[in-house]
């Protein structure tokens, strides 16, 4: 108990940062699932001919 006290600051800056990380793979997975390549054209209509992906 006494080392998260000591370490609170780092402890608290790591979760925030695991917590984007987390946010931003799921919005990745979330993407790719509708049809999304990753970048930015999600609403594509080039029906997978994407000039991103080769």
Do not use: E, T
């Not at 998260?4 to 790591?14: Q, T």
């Not at 984007?20 to 594509?44: E, F, P, Q, T, Y």
């Amino acid at each position: 108990m006494n080392w998260i006290i000591n370490n609170l600051a780092s402890v608290v800056v790591g979760m925030i940062l695991l917590a984007a990380v987390i946010i931003a793979v799921c919005k990745l997975i979330k993407d790719r699932k509708h049809g999304g390549c990753g970048n930015g054209c999600s609403g594509c209509s080039l029906a997978g001919k994407c000039p991103h992906h080769k």
